[in-house]
Each structure stands twice: as structure tokens, then as C-alpha cells.
């Protein structure tokens, strides 16, 4: 994207957390690190749009991906300015035609199963049944690559628990991880990444820690890809609109296991011993 079109953009990312002390099972002193959770209530032309809590580490990318997968904006050349200031505890989000007004698409919302009471605006439910994610096969070896990869991210979740991870993957590259306190938040600041940086997801995985919900199906579904990778389970709803979208979602996704619910005609079992292997042509 062209420069001249990017936001003019703070870069306000906090530190993820804060010293504290907690007393074991045997009564004695332990010093711990506890997650940060801070408020942050995005105003775009001054109307409030809504208060997310968020650990604060990527809130511009956040603003962005949360204004993008709500269906608030198509074009990320709309928005002029993300200013984040945490003495307000506020974004403020300019648009270059100003005045913009969102009462109507407010009115219509869906509170989600998300932590943090995530909300889908509008008819986003009804916009899904319009799109379907490109058609794109993965290699068993390369999951578990990914998987291996994984292992080095969860920096926060390591040190202090109480957050989801979300990774954007190519192969088994980690292009961007993300941890916050809600899934939802971690997802929308990864489409804040792609979205700023003009990125295609046709040939991206997206990993989480969180279960597969609605909320997840949709939004990897707006942001273009086509593979959905958690170590957490599912629900019904999550897995119908996967069908429906064409996502193949995979979950219980640790170690050499997983579980494909939708979409194993996309999966290369390239790792599977030889004689499993055989008897699986030959049965």
C-alpha cells in the first residue's frame, strides 16, 4: 500500500504485565507476574463505538482489525488517523470524509460466546453465506511443523497464564502472534496486521488457543482464509458455517494429534507410517 494512504498512527503498545506477590499451598511467598487489562473505548469522528478490555500490546492494530471485521470499513484508505491515549483510556479514529455515523449498524448486534463479550454488528451472519474461502490443500508434516513452531510464541501466556494466543501462519512460518486477554481481540489485531499491510490470506493458516466458535468461522472467513487451526475444541455452530464458508478447521491440535472436522479432503497425510499407510489403500 501506498504510503500516502496509511493511517497516521500512534504506537501506544503497553508492557503485558506487572509484578505481584501470591502465596503457595504451603503458605509461603511467591513472586509472580499477573496480566495487564486495561480499557480501551474506540470513538470514530468522536461517535463511541465500543469498550474493549485488552492487555494493550497492539491497540492501533487492534482498532483497525476490530473496525474491519465488524464490516465498519472496506477500505483501510477511509481512515486517516488511530490515536491511542491511555490516560483516556480512548482510540480516536478519524476518517478522511469525517462525520461518519454508525447509529444504524449499531442497532443490530449479536453479543458472542467471545471472552470479553465480543460483538458481531449488523448482518454479518447473513454477509458470510456470500463468501467462500479458497480451496487449499496443507501437508500433515507441515502442521506439525507449525505446531513445532508454535512453541516458541506464548510469551505472556508462559509467564503469566490468562490470555488466548492467535498466530497468522504461511507454511510453517509464524508471520504474526498476537496474545490478549479474548481470542476475539488477539483475531482482530491479526486482521488489523493484514488489513494495514494489504495481505491476502489465500495462502495463510490461522492458529489459535480458543475454541472454534461462530465468532472465529466468521471472521477467518472475512479476512480470506482458509484454514482454521486450534488445540481447543469446537461448537456446532462453529463447524456449520465452516462447511458452509469451505474453512477447514482442525482442532485438538497438540503434539502429533488433531482432529479435522471439516474439510480432510485438504489434508496430505504425509506422516503417517508406511504400513498404517497401506492398509489404509488396501482397506
Known amino acids: 500500500m501506498n504510503n500516502l494512504y496509511r493511517p497516521d498512527m500512534t ?51 487492534l482498532t ?12 483501510i484508505v477511509e481512515i486517516k488517523i488511530v490515536q491511542v491515549d491511555w490516560e483516556t483510556e480512548a482510540v480516536a479514529v478519524v476518517t478522511r470524509q469525517g462525520g461518519s455515523d454508525f447509529s444504524e449498524r449499531m442497532a443490530q448486534r449479536t ?25 487449499v490443500s496443507i501437508n500433515q508434516s507441515m502442521l506439525y511443523a507449525m505446531l513445532d513452531a508454535l ?42 496486521f493484514m488489513w494495514l499491510n494489504d495481505l491476502s490470506g489465500a495462502d495463510k493458516v490461522f492458529y489459535t488457543t480458543g475454541r472454534l466458535t461462530s465468532e472465529m468461522v466468521i471472521k477467518v472467513t472475512q479476512m480470506g482464509i482458509p484454514i482454521l487451526l486450534s488445540r481447543s475444541g469446537a461448537t456446532q455452530m462453529g463447524l456449520e458455517m465452516a462447511r458452509q464458508a469451505g474453512v477447514t478447521m482442525i482442532s485438538r491440535a497438540k503434539g502429533k494429534h488433531f482432529l479435522v472436522l471439516n474439510g480432510s479432503e485438504n489434508i496430505e497425510f504425509d506422516a503417517i507410517p508406511e504400513r498404517r499407510r497401506r492398509s489404509l489403500e488396501e482397506g
Open 11 to 61: 504506537n501506544a503498545g503497553l508492557g503485558f504485565s506487572m509484578p505481584s506477590v501470591a502465596f503457595d499451598e504451603r503458605g509461603e511467598a511467591q513472586a509472580i507476574e499477573l496480566v495487564g487489562e486495561r480499557a480501551l473505548t474506540i470513538y470514530v469522528d468522536k461517535q463511541e463505538i465500543v469498550t474493549l478490555m485488552t492487555i494493550g500490546a497492539h491497540p492501533e492494530l
Open 151 to 192: 512453541k516458541n510464541y506464548n510469551e505472556v501466556y508462559k509467564k503469566a497464564g490468562a490470555v488466548h494466543g492467535c498466530a497468522l501462519c504461511t507454511g510453517d512460518r509464524i508471520d504474526f502472534f498476537v496474545e490478549d486477554v479474548g481470542r476475539h481481540n488477539a483475531v482482530d489485531a491479526i486482521a488489523g
Open 111 to 135: 453479543v458472542t460466546t467471545g471472552c470479553g463479550q465480543g460483538t458481531v454488528f449488523g448482518r454479518l451472519m447473513e454477509k458470510l453465506t456470500q463468501i467462500r474461502v479458497p480451496d
Open 64 to 75: 483497525l482489525g476490530y473496525l474491519k471485521n465488524q464490516g465498519f470499513f472496506d477500505d
